[in-house]
Protein backbone atom coordinates (compact mmCIF):
# COMPACT_ATOMS: atom_id res chain seq x y z
CA UNK A 1 0.00 0.00 0.00
CA UNK A 2 1.92 3.39 -0.70
CA UNK A 3 2.39 5.67 2.08
CA UNK A 4 2.52 9.23 2.76
CA UNK A 5 2.70 11.27 -0.69
CA UNK A 6 2.25 10.41 -3.81
CA UNK A 7 4.19 11.94 -6.17
CA UNK A 8 3.30 12.55 -9.86
CA UNK A 9 6.33 12.52 -11.68
CA UNK A 10 5.65 13.84 -15.20
CA UNK A 11 7.64 11.90 -17.22
CA UNK A 12 9.72 14.41 -19.18
CA UNK A 13 10.36 17.06 -15.97
CA UNK A 14 13.45 17.26 -14.29
CA UNK A 15 14.22 15.97 -10.60
CA UNK A 16 13.35 19.11 -9.05
CA UNK A 17 10.44 19.73 -10.88
CA UNK A 18 8.25 16.75 -9.76
CA UNK A 19 5.06 17.75 -8.10
CA UNK A 20 4.46 16.56 -4.84
CA UNK A 21 0.46 16.45 -3.84
CA UNK A 22 -0.21 16.04 -0.12
CA UNK A 23 -3.48 15.79 1.92
CA UNK A 24 -4.31 19.42 3.16
CA UNK A 25 -2.48 19.87 6.53
CA UNK A 26 -4.75 18.37 8.82
CA UNK A 27 -6.49 15.74 6.63
CA UNK A 28 -5.84 11.94 6.50
CA UNK A 29 -6.72 8.97 4.13
CA UNK A 30 -8.24 6.08 6.01
CA UNK A 31 -7.71 3.02 4.11
CA UNK A 32 -7.29 -0.92 4.29
CA UNK A 33 -7.61 -2.07 7.96
CA UNK A 34 -8.06 1.40 9.45
CA UNK A 35 -11.78 1.88 6.94
CA UNK A 36 -12.16 -1.46 8.29
CA UNK A 37 -11.93 -0.51 11.64
CA UNK A 38 -14.22 2.58 11.17
CA UNK A 39 -16.54 0.55 9.65
CA UNK A 40 -16.91 -2.07 12.42
CA UNK A 41 -16.98 1.52 15.14
CA UNK A 42 -19.74 2.91 12.56
CA UNK A 43 -21.69 -1.00 12.56
CA UNK A 44 -21.50 -1.54 16.55
CA UNK A 45 -22.80 2.14 17.03
CA UNK A 46 -25.64 1.88 15.00
CA UNK A 47 -26.26 -1.74 15.67
CA UNK A 48 -26.58 -0.80 19.63
CA UNK A 49 -28.14 2.74 18.18
CA UNK A 50 -31.47 0.72 16.78
CA UNK A 51 -31.45 -1.49 20.01
CA UNK A 52 -31.65 2.05 21.80
CA UNK A 53 -34.83 3.30 19.28
CA UNK A 54 -32.75 5.66 17.82
CA UNK A 55 -33.19 6.21 13.91
CA UNK A 56 -30.28 7.78 11.53
CA UNK A 57 -29.95 10.50 9.97
CA UNK A 58 -27.67 11.87 6.86
CA UNK A 59 -27.24 15.35 6.78
CA UNK A 60 -25.52 18.04 4.44
CA UNK A 61 -21.63 18.05 4.34
CA UNK A 62 -22.16 21.96 4.62
CA UNK A 63 -24.73 24.30 5.87
CA UNK A 64 -25.64 27.97 6.14
CA UNK A 65 -23.06 29.61 8.10
CA UNK A 66 -26.32 31.55 10.20
CA UNK A 67 -26.96 27.89 11.63
CA UNK A 68 -23.89 27.61 13.03
CA UNK A 69 -23.66 31.10 14.38
CA UNK A 70 -26.93 30.77 15.72
CA UNK A 71 -26.99 27.28 16.89
CA UNK A 72 -23.23 26.99 17.95
CA UNK A 73 -22.53 30.54 19.05
CA UNK A 74 -20.67 33.42 17.88
CA UNK A 75 -18.71 33.47 21.41
CA UNK A 76 -17.35 29.72 20.90
CA UNK A 77 -13.49 29.12 19.91
CA UNK A 78 -15.52 26.92 16.44
CA UNK A 79 -17.45 30.23 15.09
CA UNK A 80 -14.88 32.52 15.75
CA UNK A 81 -11.91 30.88 15.13
CA UNK A 82 -12.19 27.54 13.21
CA UNK A 83 -15.20 27.26 10.52
CA UNK A 84 -14.42 26.39 7.22
CA UNK A 85 -16.74 29.11 5.07
CA UNK A 86 -17.14 30.21 1.94
CA UNK A 87 -19.05 32.29 -0.08
CA UNK A 88 -20.36 29.94 -3.26
CA UNK A 89 -21.13 30.82 -6.68
CA UNK A 90 -25.03 32.12 -5.73
CA UNK A 91 -22.99 34.36 -3.13
CA UNK A 92 -24.61 32.54 -0.37
CA UNK A 93 -22.30 32.05 2.91
CA UNK A 94 -21.96 28.06 3.14
CA UNK A 95 -19.98 26.73 6.16
CA UNK A 96 -18.81 23.46 6.51
CA UNK A 97 -20.29 21.35 9.62
CA UNK A 98 -17.73 21.94 12.29
CA UNK A 99 -20.53 19.54 14.26
CA UNK A 100 -23.49 17.57 13.90
CA UNK A 101 -26.02 18.96 16.80
CA UNK A 102 -26.66 22.31 14.84
CA UNK A 103 -27.62 20.68 11.46
CA UNK A 104 -29.64 17.83 13.22
CA UNK A 105 -31.61 20.60 15.07
CA UNK A 106 -32.59 22.59 11.65
CA UNK A 107 -33.46 19.44 10.05
CA UNK A 108 -35.73 18.72 13.15
CA UNK A 109 -37.65 22.16 12.67
CA UNK A 110 -37.74 21.68 8.39
CA UNK A 111 -38.92 18.70 8.70
CA UNK A 112 -41.50 19.13 11.43
CA UNK A 113 -40.43 16.44 13.86
CA UNK A 114 -41.50 18.07 16.69
CA UNK A 115 -44.83 17.35 15.64
CA UNK A 116 -43.75 13.37 16.35
CA UNK A 117 -44.32 11.64 19.15
CA UNK A 118 -41.79 12.38 22.22
CA UNK A 119 -38.76 11.82 22.45
CA UNK A 120 -38.07 11.49 19.09
CA UNK A 121 -34.37 9.80 18.88
CA UNK A 122 -31.97 10.58 16.10
CA UNK A 123 -28.26 9.26 15.75
CA UNK A 124 -25.39 10.30 13.25
CA UNK A 125 -22.02 9.75 12.05
CA UNK A 126 -20.43 12.56 10.31
CA UNK A 127 -17.38 13.96 9.04
CA UNK A 128 -16.74 17.75 10.63
CA UNK A 129 -14.01 20.25 9.72
CA UNK A 130 -12.14 22.70 12.21
CA UNK A 131 -9.48 24.99 11.06
CA UNK A 132 -7.28 23.94 14.05
CA UNK A 133 -3.75 23.40 14.65
CA UNK A 134 -3.37 19.75 13.76
CA UNK A 135 -1.55 17.74 16.22
CA UNK A 136 -2.47 14.11 17.65
CA UNK A 137 -6.06 13.68 17.87
CA UNK A 138 -6.58 17.22 16.82
CA UNK A 139 -7.33 17.01 12.92
CA UNK A 140 -9.03 19.64 10.39
CA UNK A 141 -11.05 17.05 8.79
CA UNK A 142 -12.72 14.27 11.60
CA UNK A 143 -15.28 11.87 12.07
CA UNK A 144 -17.99 12.17 15.16
CA UNK A 145 -20.66 9.87 15.85
CA UNK A 146 -23.30 11.43 18.02
CA UNK A 147 -27.07 11.03 19.56
CA UNK A 148 -29.66 13.45 20.35
CA UNK A 149 -33.09 13.14 21.51
CA UNK A 150 -35.15 15.94 21.78
CA UNK A 151 -38.71 16.29 23.75
CA UNK A 152 -38.03 14.99 27.36
CA UNK A 153 -36.71 17.05 29.92
CA UNK A 154 -36.76 14.41 32.58
CA UNK A 155 -33.45 13.12 33.61
CA UNK A 156 -34.14 9.34 32.40
CA UNK A 157 -33.07 11.29 29.27
CA UNK A 158 -29.54 11.59 30.15
CA UNK A 159 -29.50 8.46 31.90
CA UNK A 160 -30.32 6.86 28.44
CA UNK A 161 -28.02 8.53 26.50
CA UNK A 162 -25.33 7.43 29.11
CA UNK A 163 -26.28 4.04 29.58
CA UNK A 164 -25.68 3.58 25.79
CA UNK A 165 -22.02 5.48 25.55
CA UNK A 166 -21.28 3.43 28.57
CA UNK A 167 -22.59 -0.32 26.81
CA UNK A 168 -21.01 0.87 23.60
CA UNK A 169 -17.81 1.53 25.15
CA UNK A 170 -17.82 -1.85 27.26
CA UNK A 171 -19.07 -3.38 24.01
CA UNK A 172 -15.88 -2.35 22.36
CA UNK A 173 -13.97 -3.71 25.01
CA UNK A 174 -13.20 0.25 26.63
CA UNK A 175 -13.59 -0.44 30.69
CA UNK A 176 -11.72 2.50 31.74
CA UNK A 177 -13.44 5.81 30.02
CA UNK A 178 -13.94 8.23 32.84
CA UNK A 179 -17.04 9.97 32.92
CA UNK A 180 -17.01 13.04 33.96
CA UNK A 181 -19.98 15.07 35.04
CA UNK A 182 -21.26 18.35 36.14
CA UNK A 183 -24.49 20.75 36.12
CA UNK A 184 -24.14 24.35 34.46
CA UNK A 185 -27.93 25.41 35.55
CA UNK A 186 -30.47 27.01 33.52
CA UNK A 187 -31.71 30.36 32.08
CA UNK A 188 -33.27 30.85 35.60
CA UNK A 189 -30.19 30.67 37.73
CA UNK A 190 -27.49 31.11 34.81
CA UNK A 191 -27.47 35.11 34.92
CA UNK A 192 -27.29 35.36 39.14
CA UNK A 193 -24.24 33.36 38.54
CA UNK A 194 -22.15 34.71 35.56
CA UNK A 195 -23.06 37.67 37.58
CA UNK A 196 -21.01 36.38 40.37
CA UNK A 197 -18.07 34.99 38.56
CA UNK A 198 -16.97 38.17 36.64
CA UNK A 199 -17.16 39.90 39.53
CA UNK A 200 -14.52 37.64 40.80
CA UNK A 201 -12.96 37.36 37.37
CA UNK A 202 -12.66 41.00 36.71
CA UNK A 203 -10.60 41.31 40.31
CA UNK A 204 -8.16 38.79 38.93
CA UNK A 205 -8.44 40.56 34.92
CA UNK A 206 -4.55 41.33 35.80
CA UNK A 207 -3.74 37.50 36.32
CA UNK A 208 -5.87 35.77 33.38
CA UNK A 209 -4.62 34.62 29.83
CA UNK A 210 -5.31 37.05 27.47
CA UNK A 211 -8.45 34.45 26.14
CA UNK A 212 -9.61 34.26 29.77
CA UNK A 213 -9.41 38.03 29.91
CA UNK A 214 -11.89 38.79 26.97
CA UNK A 215 -14.08 35.78 27.47
CA UNK A 216 -14.85 37.17 31.32
CA UNK A 217 -17.20 39.76 29.88
CA UNK A 218 -18.87 37.52 27.00
CA UNK A 219 -18.88 34.12 28.37
CA UNK A 220 -17.53 34.18 31.96
CA UNK A 221 -18.23 30.42 32.14
CA UNK A 222 -15.40 29.36 29.38
CA UNK A 223 -12.94 30.81 31.78
CA UNK A 224 -13.68 27.82 34.66
CA UNK A 225 -12.41 25.18 32.05
CA UNK A 226 -9.18 27.07 30.55
CA UNK A 227 -6.26 24.56 30.48
CA UNK A 228 -3.59 27.07 31.38
CA UNK A 229 -2.01 26.10 35.11
CA UNK A 230 -1.78 30.22 35.71
CA UNK A 231 -5.31 30.65 34.89
CA UNK A 232 -6.30 27.42 37.16
CA UNK A 233 -4.49 28.97 39.73
CA UNK A 234 -5.94 32.01 39.83
CA UNK A 235 -9.94 29.57 39.35
CA UNK A 236 -8.96 28.33 42.61
CA UNK A 237 -11.72 29.54 44.41
CA UNK A 238 -13.70 30.78 42.08
CA UNK A 239 -17.52 30.03 42.53
CA UNK A 240 -18.89 27.07 40.36
CA UNK A 241 -22.21 26.91 38.78
CA UNK A 242 -22.90 23.18 40.57
CA UNK A 243 -23.08 25.51 44.14
CA UNK A 244 -25.69 28.00 42.83
CA UNK A 245 -28.23 26.02 41.35
CA UNK A 246 -31.89 26.81 41.36
CA UNK A 247 -34.18 24.29 43.02
CA UNK A 248 -35.16 22.49 39.83
CA UNK A 249 -32.04 22.35 38.54
CA UNK A 250 -30.19 20.75 41.60
CA UNK A 251 -33.04 18.55 41.72
CA UNK A 252 -32.66 17.19 38.31
CA UNK A 253 -28.77 16.76 39.11
CA UNK A 254 -29.51 14.98 41.87
CA UNK A 255 -31.69 12.57 40.13
CA UNK A 256 -29.42 12.34 37.02
CA UNK A 257 -26.88 10.85 39.63
CA UNK A 258 -29.51 8.51 41.16
CA UNK A 259 -30.24 7.48 37.50
CA UNK A 260 -26.39 6.80 36.93
CA UNK A 261 -26.24 4.79 40.42
CA UNK A 262 -29.17 2.59 40.15
CA UNK A 263 -27.46 1.95 35.75
CA UNK A 264 -24.35 1.11 37.77
CA UNK A 265 -22.29 3.60 35.71
CA UNK A 266 -19.13 5.30 37.79
CA UNK A 267 -18.78 9.08 37.15
CA UNK A 268 -16.56 12.04 38.33
CA UNK A 269 -18.18 14.91 39.33
CA UNK A 270 -16.17 18.27 38.12
CA UNK A 271 -17.53 21.39 39.24
CA UNK A 272 -15.52 23.15 36.66
CA UNK A 273 -16.23 21.07 33.66
CA UNK A 274 -18.59 23.51 31.39
CA UNK A 275 -17.98 22.38 27.69
CA UNK A 276 -17.16 24.68 24.50
CA UNK A 277 -20.51 25.10 23.33
CA UNK A 278 -22.69 28.36 24.16
CA UNK A 279 -26.10 25.88 23.76
CA UNK A 280 -25.76 23.81 27.16
CA UNK A 281 -28.22 23.65 29.62
CA UNK A 282 -28.25 21.84 33.22
CA UNK A 283 -26.20 18.64 32.41
CA UNK A 284 -22.70 18.19 30.89
CA UNK A 285 -20.04 15.18 30.54
CA UNK A 286 -17.43 13.94 29.08
CA UNK A 287 -16.05 11.09 28.61
CA UNK A 288 -11.57 10.92 29.19
CA UNK A 289 -9.75 8.34 28.37
CA UNK A 290 -5.77 8.22 29.93
CA UNK A 291 -4.20 6.30 26.84
CA UNK A 292 -4.33 9.41 24.54
CA UNK A 293 -2.42 12.08 26.18
CA UNK A 294 -3.29 15.88 26.07
CA UNK A 295 -6.75 15.48 23.90
CA UNK A 296 -7.97 13.15 26.49
CA UNK A 297 -11.84 13.87 26.06
CA UNK A 298 -13.16 11.33 23.76
CA UNK A 299 -16.44 12.13 23.99
CA UNK A 300 -18.76 15.44 25.03
CA UNK A 301 -22.24 15.96 25.98
CA UNK A 302 -25.00 17.40 28.08
CA UNK A 303 -28.72 18.95 28.21
CA UNK A 304 -29.05 21.85 25.74
CA UNK A 305 -32.99 23.09 26.21
CA UNK A 306 -33.36 26.38 24.90
CA UNK A 307 -31.48 25.40 21.39
CA UNK A 308 -34.39 24.30 19.24
CA UNK A 309 -35.80 27.73 20.37
CA UNK A 310 -33.14 29.95 19.39
CA UNK A 311 -32.94 28.49 16.26
CA UNK A 312 -36.83 29.40 15.92
CA UNK A 313 -38.22 26.33 17.12
CA UNK A 314 -41.05 25.37 19.78
CA UNK A 315 -39.32 25.07 23.66
CA UNK A 316 -38.00 21.73 23.19
CA UNK A 317 -35.63 20.22 25.77
CA UNK A 318 -32.86 18.27 24.40
CA UNK A 319 -29.40 16.17 25.28
CA UNK A 320 -27.16 14.64 23.21
CA UNK A 321 -23.44 13.90 22.95
CA UNK A 322 -20.52 13.42 20.20
CA UNK A 323 -17.05 11.83 20.11
CA UNK A 324 -14.39 11.94 18.01
CA UNK A 325 -13.66 8.47 16.08
CA UNK A 326 -10.34 9.20 15.98
CA UNK A 327 -9.37 9.25 19.32
CA UNK A 328 -11.85 6.44 20.26
CA UNK A 329 -9.74 4.65 17.85
CA UNK A 330 -6.64 6.10 19.24
CA UNK A 331 -7.75 4.93 22.93
CA UNK A 332 -8.70 1.37 21.69
CA UNK A 333 -4.69 1.30 20.30
CA UNK A 334 -3.27 2.42 22.94
CA UNK A 335 -5.33 -0.29 25.45
CA UNK A 336 -4.24 -2.83 23.05
CA UNK A 337 -7.81 -3.62 22.01
CA UNK A 338 -8.20 -5.58 18.99
CA UNK A 339 -11.27 -4.88 16.95
CA UNK A 340 -12.49 -8.35 15.58
CA UNK A 341 -11.76 -8.87 12.17
CA UNK A 342 -14.47 -7.95 10.26
CA UNK A 343 -14.45 -10.34 6.84
CA UNK A 344 -12.19 -13.17 6.26
CA UNK A 345 -12.69 -14.39 2.91
CA UNK A 346 -14.34 -18.04 3.14
CA UNK A 347 -12.60 -19.03 0.47
CA UNK A 348 -9.79 -18.34 -1.83
CA UNK A 349 -9.82 -19.97 -5.45
CA UNK A 350 -6.40 -21.28 -7.04
CA UNK A 351 -6.79 -21.50 -10.11
CA UNK A 352 -3.96 -21.92 -13.54
CA UNK A 353 -4.83 -20.47 -16.91
CA UNK A 354 -6.58 -23.03 -18.03
CA UNK A 355 -9.08 -22.81 -15.76
CA UNK A 356 -8.73 -19.26 -15.07
CA UNK A 357 -11.95 -18.75 -16.87
CA UNK A 358 -14.08 -21.36 -15.54
CA UNK A 359 -13.67 -20.27 -11.63
CA UNK A 360 -14.20 -17.06 -12.07
CA UNK A 361 -17.58 -17.39 -13.33
CA UNK A 362 -17.92 -19.84 -10.44
CA UNK A 363 -16.16 -17.08 -8.36
CA UNK A 364 -18.99 -14.75 -9.70
CA UNK A 365 -21.72 -16.90 -8.74
CA UNK A 366 -20.75 -17.60 -5.13
CA UNK A 367 -19.96 -13.55 -4.10
CA UNK A 368 -23.63 -13.01 -5.82
CA UNK A 369 -25.03 -15.26 -3.40
CA UNK A 370 -23.17 -12.77 -0.64
CA UNK A 371 -19.77 -14.73 -0.32
CA UNK A 372 -17.13 -12.69 0.23
CA UNK A 373 -13.87 -15.06 -1.74
CA UNK A 374 -11.09 -13.93 -3.16
CA UNK A 375 -9.28 -15.64 -6.61
CA UNK A 376 -6.29 -14.81 -8.73
CA UNK A 377 -6.08 -11.49 -10.89
CA UNK A 378 -2.40 -11.61 -10.93
CA UNK A 379 -1.50 -14.61 -13.12
CA UNK A 380 0.24 -15.87 -9.96
CA UNK A 381 2.09 -19.23 -9.95
CA UNK A 382 0.63 -21.87 -7.50
CA UNK A 383 2.79 -21.07 -4.48
CA UNK A 384 2.26 -17.73 -4.83
CA UNK A 385 -1.65 -18.34 -5.10
CA UNK A 386 -1.49 -20.46 -1.70
CA UNK A 387 0.63 -17.41 0.14
CA UNK A 388 -2.09 -15.43 -0.69
CA UNK A 389 -4.49 -17.23 0.59
CA UNK A 390 -2.25 -17.61 3.80
CA UNK A 391 -1.75 -13.82 4.41
CA UNK A 392 -6.04 -13.58 3.99
CA UNK A 393 -6.33 -15.95 6.11
CA UNK A 394 -8.97 -17.62 4.09
CA UNK A 395 -11.11 -20.20 5.86
CA UNK A 396 -10.95 -22.69 2.41
CA UNK A 397 -9.17 -22.94 -0.67
CA UNK A 398 -10.35 -24.46 -3.62
CA UNK A 399 -7.39 -25.79 -6.02
CA UNK A 400 -9.40 -25.74 -9.08
CA UNK A 401 -7.17 -27.50 -12.02
CA UNK A 402 -8.00 -29.66 -15.02
CA UNK A 403 -9.72 -32.42 -13.06
CA UNK A 404 -12.47 -29.57 -11.45
CA UNK A 405 -13.37 -28.29 -15.22
CA UNK A 406 -17.13 -29.14 -15.30
CA UNK A 407 -16.86 -31.42 -12.44
CA UNK A 408 -19.74 -32.33 -10.15
CA UNK A 409 -17.74 -32.37 -6.84
CA UNK A 410 -14.96 -30.15 -5.78
CA UNK A 411 -12.81 -30.45 -3.25
CA UNK A 412 -12.37 -28.03 -0.32
CA UNK A 413 -9.50 -28.07 2.19
CA UNK A 414 -9.93 -26.30 5.47
CA UNK A 415 -7.06 -23.84 6.52
CA UNK A 416 -7.71 -23.88 9.92
CA UNK A 417 -6.64 -28.38 10.08
CA UNK A 418 -5.98 -29.21 6.52
CA UNK A 419 -8.97 -31.57 6.42
CA UNK A 420 -10.28 -31.88 3.23
CA UNK A 421 -14.09 -32.18 2.48
CA UNK A 422 -15.83 -32.89 -0.86
CA UNK A 423 -18.52 -30.26 -1.93
CA UNK A 424 -20.87 -31.23 -4.51
CA UNK A 425 -20.80 -28.39 -6.90
CA UNK A 426 -24.62 -27.20 -6.72
CA UNK A 427 -24.26 -27.47 -3.08
CA UNK A 428 -21.57 -25.37 -2.77
CA UNK A 429 -23.19 -22.17 -2.19
CA UNK A 430 -25.60 -23.30 1.25
CA UNK A 431 -22.08 -24.88 2.36
CA UNK A 432 -20.61 -21.32 2.17
CA UNK A 433 -23.36 -19.24 3.39
CA UNK A 434 -23.69 -21.34 6.77
P1 LIG B 1 -17.13 18.88 20.54
O1 LIG B 1 -18.05 18.88 19.34
O2 LIG B 1 -16.10 19.99 20.49
O3 LIG B 1 -17.84 18.74 21.81
O4 LIG B 1 -16.24 17.57 20.39
C1 LIG B 1 -16.75 16.29 20.64
C2 LIG B 1 -15.66 15.28 20.38
O5 LIG B 1 -15.24 15.36 19.02
C3 LIG B 1 -14.38 15.51 21.17
O6 LIG B 1 -14.46 14.93 22.44
C4 LIG B 1 -13.36 14.83 20.31
O7 LIG B 1 -13.32 13.45 20.55
C5 LIG B 1 -13.86 15.08 18.91
N1 LIG B 1 -13.16 16.22 18.28
C6 LIG B 1 -13.45 17.54 18.39
N2 LIG B 1 -12.61 18.28 17.65
C7 LIG B 1 -11.75 17.40 17.05
C8 LIG B 1 -10.66 17.53 16.13
N3 LIG B 1 -10.28 18.71 15.67
N4 LIG B 1 -10.02 16.41 15.73
C9 LIG B 1 -10.41 15.19 16.18
N5 LIG B 1 -11.44 15.00 17.04
C10 LIG B 1 -12.11 16.09 17.47
Redesign the pocket.
Known amino acids: MPSGQYKLEAANKAEDEIMSIQAPKGCRDIFAEEAKAVRYLEEQFSQLAEVYGFKEIRLPTFEHTELFLRGVGEQTD?VSKEMYSFTDKGGRSITLRP?GTAGVVRAYLEHGLAAEPSPLKLYYMIN?F?Y?RPQK????E?Q?FGMELFGSENPAAEADILSFLDSYFKRLGLKDCELVLNSIGCAECRPAFHAELQSYLRKEKDRLCPDCAERMERNPLRCLDCKLDSCQSVLADAPVPVDKLCPSCAEHYAEVKELLNALKIPYREDPKLV???DYYTRTVF?FHADGIGA?S?????GRYDSLVSSLGGPETPAVGF???V???RMELEAKGIELPELLKPRLQIISFPETRAESLALAKELRAAGIYLECDLMGRSFKAQMKQANRLAAEYILIYGESELGANELKLRRMSDGEELLVARAALKDFLSQ
Open positions: IEAREGRYRFQRGLEQAICGGAFGERL
